[in-house]
T-cell receptor, first 114, second 115 residues
Framework: AQTVTQSQPEMSVQEAETVTLSCTYDTSESNYYLFWYKQPPSRQMILVIR??????QNATENRFSVNFQKAAKSFSLKISDSQLGDTAMYFC???????????FGAGTRLTVKP | DTAVSQTPKYLVTQMGNDKSIKCEQNLGHDTMYWYKQDSKKFLKIMFSYNNKELIINETVPNRFSPKSPDKAHLNLHINSLELGDSAVYFC??????????????FGQGTRLTVV
């Protein structure tokens, strides 16, 4: 079974600065997808960014980008120009190409300070 | 239009009762999930259905029984509720993962409190 590890339970960053959230995973699969989801205090789960394992290019969505290191099984999220609205729980998630077993890490609580 | 909708949003009930949480998705997805989020925010998969067939059944007490009457619905029934069942329960759905740009869409969650 796949496992996803987020080793930073809590992080904080000053507004307008950059922060990186870490995620590692363990799998024997070669084809899979990785995601970062955001959960603000409203409780809603919101997709931040998605990466296909077969793509070497790192995904980018506006201020959000990932550093995907397939050999190291690492998938970190970089948030640039942090905004107060980025304050939330962030979850790293993994799903293999050939099944529907979507696994989440324990989450990182990010606080953006004014 | 809400893509994945769960009802109720909040549920407070006494120990020993039986309750159901309903989930519906209007995205035409083939796969639906139930997740439990505990007080520490950990998200744990409980069940996954694909085209009304159960494909993932994690180590969940058999007091929890999912029911999928059709592809768009996945309801969760819980018998003999216990204090430890208090949590937020999320329903989600996704398309075939071999489809480009797929993701899991989540409902707004149901906060279950057992007293």
């Amino acid at each position: 079974a796949q496992t996803v590890t987020q080793s930073q339970p809590e992080m904080s960053v000053q507004e307008a600065e950059t922060v990186t959230l870490s995620c590692t995973y363990d799998t024997s699969e070669s084809n899979y997808y990785l995601f970062w989801y955001k959960q603000p205090p409203s409780r809603q789960m919101i997709l931040v960014i998605r990466q296909e394992a077969y793509k070497q290019q790192n995904a980018t969505e506006n201020r959000f980008s990932v550093n995907f290191q397939k050999a190291a099984k690492s998938f970190s999220l970089k948030i640039s120009d942090s905004q107060l609205g980025d304050t939330a729980m962030y979850f790293c998630a993994f799903i293999a190409y050939n099944n529907n077993d979507m696994r989440f890490g324990a989450g990182t609580r990010l606080t953006v300070k004014p | 239009d809400t893509a994945v909708s769960q009802t109720p949003k909040y549920l407070v009930t006494q120990m020993g009762n039986d309750k159901s949480i309903k989930c519906e998705q209007n995205l035409g997805h083939d796969t639906m999930y139930w997740y439990k989020q505990d007080s520490k925010k950990f998200l744990k998969i409980m069940f996954s259905y694909n085209n009304k067939e159960l494909i993932i059944n994690e180590t969940v007490p058999n007091r929890f029984s999912p029911k999928s009457p059709d592809k768009a619905h996945l309801n969760l029934h819980i018998n003999s509720l216990e204090l430890g069942d208090s949590a937020v329960y999320f329903c989600a759905s996704s398309q075939d993962l071999r489809t480009a740009n797929t993701e899991a869409f989540f409902g707004q969650g149901t906060r279950l409190t057992v007293v």
